[in-house]
Protein backbone atom coordinates (compact mmCIF):
# COMPACT_ATOMS: atom_id res chain seq x y z
CA UNK A 1 0.00 0.00 0.00
CA UNK A 2 1.39 3.39 -1.13
CA UNK A 3 2.44 5.61 1.90
CA UNK A 4 -0.13 8.66 0.59
CA UNK A 5 -3.09 5.85 0.30
CA UNK A 6 -5.66 5.41 2.82
CA UNK A 7 -6.77 1.56 3.66
CA UNK A 8 -10.58 0.83 3.32
CA UNK A 9 -11.39 -2.00 5.33
CA UNK A 10 -14.96 -3.29 3.85
CA UNK A 11 -17.43 -5.09 6.58
CA UNK A 12 -20.95 -5.93 7.32
CA UNK A 13 -22.87 -5.46 3.71
CA UNK A 14 -19.62 -4.97 1.66
CA UNK A 15 -20.68 -1.60 -0.06
CA UNK A 16 -18.69 1.03 -0.72
CA UNK A 17 -19.67 3.86 -2.05
CA UNK A 18 -16.84 6.66 -3.69
CA UNK A 19 -16.68 8.66 -6.49
CA UNK A 20 -13.40 9.38 -8.59
CA UNK A 21 -14.07 13.35 -8.71
CA UNK A 22 -17.03 16.00 -8.21
CA UNK A 23 -17.97 15.65 -11.64
CA UNK A 24 -18.00 11.32 -11.86
CA UNK A 25 -21.13 9.83 -10.76
CA UNK A 26 -20.62 8.06 -6.96
CA UNK A 27 -20.54 4.51 -8.06
CA UNK A 28 -21.20 1.28 -5.67
CA UNK A 29 -18.50 -1.28 -4.70
CA UNK A 30 -19.87 -4.35 -3.73
CA UNK A 31 -17.13 -6.92 -2.22
CA UNK A 32 -18.13 -10.32 -1.87
CA UNK A 33 -18.71 -10.29 1.56
CA UNK A 34 -22.58 -10.68 1.74
CA UNK A 35 -25.49 -12.69 -0.18
CA UNK A 36 -28.75 -14.01 0.00
CA UNK A 37 -30.94 -10.94 0.40
CA UNK A 38 -28.53 -8.53 2.28
CA UNK A 39 -29.33 -5.05 1.30
CA UNK A 40 -27.53 -1.63 1.93
CA UNK A 41 -29.09 1.71 1.42
CA UNK A 42 -27.35 4.76 1.01
CA UNK A 43 -28.19 8.54 0.68
CA UNK A 44 -27.52 10.56 -1.73
CA UNK A 45 -25.52 13.90 -0.98
CA UNK A 46 -28.85 15.99 -1.68
CA UNK A 47 -30.03 14.11 2.02
CA UNK A 48 -32.96 12.91 0.24
CA UNK A 49 -32.76 10.24 -2.70
CA UNK A 50 -31.40 6.95 -1.86
CA UNK A 51 -30.46 3.81 -3.46
CA UNK A 52 -30.60 0.33 -2.39
CA UNK A 53 -28.29 -2.49 -3.10
CA UNK A 54 -29.43 -6.33 -2.78
CA UNK A 55 -27.48 -9.11 -2.62
CA UNK A 56 -30.09 -11.88 -4.24
CA UNK A 57 -26.65 -13.39 -5.71
CA UNK A 58 -25.95 -16.60 -4.76
CA UNK A 59 -22.33 -16.39 -5.54
CA UNK A 60 -19.39 -14.31 -6.75
CA UNK A 61 -18.81 -15.57 -10.11
CA UNK A 62 -18.32 -12.50 -12.32
CA UNK A 63 -18.91 -14.73 -15.53
CA UNK A 64 -22.38 -15.60 -13.99
CA UNK A 65 -23.25 -12.44 -11.75
CA UNK A 66 -25.42 -9.62 -12.92
CA UNK A 67 -26.77 -6.32 -11.54
CA UNK A 68 -29.93 -5.46 -12.33
CA UNK A 69 -31.06 -1.87 -11.70
CA UNK A 70 -34.81 -2.19 -10.72
CA UNK A 71 -35.56 1.19 -10.78
CA UNK A 72 -35.24 1.16 -14.51
CA UNK A 73 -35.55 -2.50 -15.10
CA UNK A 74 -32.87 -3.38 -16.73
CA UNK A 75 -29.51 -4.42 -16.60
CA UNK A 76 -26.53 -2.43 -15.10
CA UNK A 77 -23.03 -2.24 -16.42
CA UNK A 78 -20.53 -3.52 -13.91
CA UNK A 79 -17.45 -4.35 -13.79
CA UNK A 80 -15.42 -7.07 -11.82
CA UNK A 81 -11.74 -6.64 -10.38
CA UNK A 82 -10.04 -9.84 -10.68
CA UNK A 83 -8.22 -8.95 -7.43
CA UNK A 84 -10.56 -8.42 -4.57
CA UNK A 85 -13.76 -10.06 -6.55
CA UNK A 86 -15.39 -6.56 -5.85
CA UNK A 87 -18.21 -5.77 -8.61
CA UNK A 88 -18.67 -1.59 -9.36
CA UNK A 89 -21.34 -0.25 -11.07
CA UNK A 90 -23.14 3.57 -11.18
CA UNK A 91 -25.11 4.67 -8.43
CA UNK A 92 -27.75 6.88 -9.72
CA UNK A 93 -29.93 9.23 -7.46
CA UNK A 94 -33.32 7.27 -6.62
CA UNK A 95 -31.88 4.13 -8.51
CA UNK A 96 -32.02 0.89 -7.03
CA UNK A 97 -29.89 -2.45 -7.95
CA UNK A 98 -29.98 -6.15 -6.99
CA UNK A 99 -27.32 -8.52 -7.47
CA UNK A 100 -28.17 -12.25 -9.00
CA UNK A 101 -26.62 -15.32 -10.08
CA UNK A 102 -22.60 -15.64 -9.67
CA UNK A 103 -22.71 -19.60 -8.72
Given amino acids: MPLDKVPVFVGGKGVYVTRVDDSSPLQA ?3 P ?13 D ?5 TVVNDNTGWNAATLNVTDTSAGSPASFTADAATGAIRFDLLPGHSYALGGGS
Fill in 29 to 31: IVY
Fill in 47 to 51: GTSTS
Fill in 33 to 45: IATGGSSYTFTHP
